[in-house]
């Protein structure tokens, strides 16, 4: 709260101001660190939230969650339903309505044809576009008047909050990307490092990789926000070095995923120059199990890709020993303590659809030496595993992190112990998670035999969340790599179970498909869940008006943050 001063005829007067603070960008610059640097500003051509967080202080979509999970608008008038009309009573089409008046950062007008647009930049087949998910079972989108938008299904779709919803499907502007359509989107290198937005904040400067800078937007729709002036949003380093910069060192007011160890979190919060934020989504540290071959021996537009099986990991007995192999209490013990539970499910939240699974929680190494037995891998020199002439040796890959590095140790010893020779890699995430269609390293183009990193959904209706993993979304030369389903995993009864949950309205019938789903994917052992783990972020103690959210951009109410006096 801000305490202003001024002379009137009859003396001095003081006025108390209600909000958190007067008038845009009179309280400076907010400096953030995201160790792992954003490679563009463009969500729709990544599919990590690396570039869709900071994104997210740029470009809005219609509809957002706040940090409990509720729909809530942010360029739309209202939530459109049933009850309002805004969706038809077939479930065949949600109708928006855009709040008057909003402006892009330019200052020209944001319109439904602005809207229409974004559906079919990320909607053309040849665009690969990261979040073509959200646009699941859409027909049209058309623009019904300069401020109304019509999206229309092919079927019921009975949860229609897919497109324009969440920070990973915002609006773009039709004039910034009109020659950026199909294949030309990648080439866009000016709007896709600058977008012209509709958020608190409009890019100055940006260097992929290493740090964007920003300036608060003279058109936001909020004369008196952003309080801050400007935002400089630095990459590299790792995540102990940003922890220190805000919790201890105290150059920085905020800190994303700081995947580190409780007890050095703790120690350094003593300091108090800042606080730990946290916040339990659907957020999961999995290993992914590729079911192709990413030999470097097979043509480049074959590597990693179903026309190839894994000649190890494709053996379902394979992976399942692996699991077994693990003890996931002991490593949420180890990386994370208060801040993780170990889990057997690919969806441990929300409570109405998590399945509670504790199955794998015993580690089984007798066991998982028994199934490889049963697989033909016979013990071989030096206790490593072989058949038919071929040593049983894994690639196992990560982002250089001293949580992940230390799980990678840890594994490699258990898969040691059951006779599996392990190769450690860590990738800097910058590289891992990065969106360079031509670079070999990245998570989607999964050129090695096992990834670990953390999955989750974008929403709290998990429907689209179930949906990454059917046969459709496979990444692969054809589609630029985008992809959510990074292992390959491809199951007819898992698609026509997502298939049904698309048909399916009732909540609690969605919420049974969901866990039968959640059997499904987990028994295929393609993805093997390690730990539930919280959001971590840090925030200094002179930055108000922060809240975590699990459920969209950690960013999602920047434009509400503010200097504490």
């Known amino acids: 709260m801000k305490l202003k001063s001024f002379l009137t005829v009859g003396g001095l007067a003081t006025l108390v101001v209600t909000s958190a603070f007067a008038e845009r960008g009179t309280d400076g610059a907010v400096n953030i660190l995201q160790w792992q640097a954003p490679s563009m500003m463009n969500p729709f051509l990544s599919g990590g939230d690396k570039e869709s967080i900071p994104a997210s202080l740029v470009l809005e979509p219609l509809a957002s969650y706040d940090q409990d999970g509720k729909l809530f608008p942010r360029l739309a008038q209202d939530i459109p339903t049933v009850a309002n009309g805004g969706v038809s009573k077939d479930l065949k089409s949600i109708t928006w309505k855009l709040k008057p008046n909003l402006k892009w950062s330019d200052g020209s007008p944001v319109t439904s044809k602005d809207v229409v647009f974004t559906a079919n930049y990320c909607m053309d087949p040849n665009g690969g ?71 608190p904040f409009v890019v100055v400067n940006f260097k992929p990789n290493d740090a964007v800078q920003m300036k608060a937007n003279p058109n936001y729709r909020d004369p008196n926000k952003p309080a801050f002036a400007q935002v400089n949003l630095k990459g590299g380093g790792d995540a102990l070095g940003a922890a220190r910069a805000v919790l201890q060192t105290g150059e920085y007011d905020y800190a994303i995923n700081l995947q580190l160890a409780p007890a050095m979190l703790d120690t350094m919060e ?88 504790t199955d794998c929680l015993k580690q089984d190494i007798p066991g998982a030496k028994r199934l490889l037995d049963e697989a033909g891998w016979k013990e071989g020199s030096e206790g490593i595993r072989e058949k038919n002439g071929k040593k049983l040796t894994l690639t196992f890959v990560t982002t250089t992190n001293p949580v992940r590095n230390q799980f990678q140790a840890i594994i490699k010893q258990w898969w040691n112990e059951i006779g599996v020779d392990v190769e450690l890699r860590s990738l800097d995430a910058s590289v891992f998670f990065g969106s360079d269609p031509s670079n070999p390293d990245t998570y989607q183009k999964f050129y090695f035999d096992i990834e670990m990193w953390t999955n989750y959904a974008d929403a709290p209706d998990l429907g689209e969340y179930v949906a990454r993993f059917t046969c459709s979304r496979i990444p692969g030369p054809d589609t630029q790599w985008q992809g959510n389903n990074i292992p390959r995993y491809c199951d007819t009864n898992y698609d026509a179970l997502v298939a049904e949950l698309g048909k399916t309205a009732e909540i609690e019938k969605r919420a049974g498909l969901v866990k039968k789903l959640n059997t499904i994917l987990t028994d295929g052992y393609a993805n093997v869940p390690l730990v539930w783990r919280s959001l971590v972020s840090a925030t200094s103690n002179t930055l108000g008006g922060t809240a975590m959210n699990a459920w969209d951009s950690e960013f999602w109410n920047a434009q509400d943050w503010f200097r504490k006096k």
């Open 129 to 199: 576009c990261a979040q073509l998910n959200h646009f699941k079972g859409v027909e049209k989108v058309e623009a019904v008047d300069d401020l109304t938008v019509k999206v229309t299904f092919a079927e019921p779709m009975p949860v229609p909050y897919g497109p324009f919803v969440n920070s990973v499907s915002p609006i773009i502007q039709a004039k910034q990307f009109d020659n950026c359509i199909g294949a030309k989107a990648q080439t866009c290198t000016e709007a896709n490092f600058y977008p012209v937005g509709t958020g």
């Open 270 to 357: 003593k300091g108090g120059k800042g606080k730990i934020l946290l916040g339990f989504g659907t957020n999961v540290e999995f290993l992914m199990m590729n079911l192709t071959d990413p030999s470097p021996s097979l043509p480049p537009q074959e590597r990693s890709t179903v026309k190839h099986p894994h000649p190890i990991l494709s053996d379902l007995r394979v992976r399942k020993a692996l699991s077994m192999a693990l003890d996931r209490g002991k490593l949420s013990e180890i990386g994370y303590g208060s801040m993780g539970k170990p889990t057997c499910d690919f969806i441990p939240a929300p409570p109405i659809f998590a399945l509670g699974s």
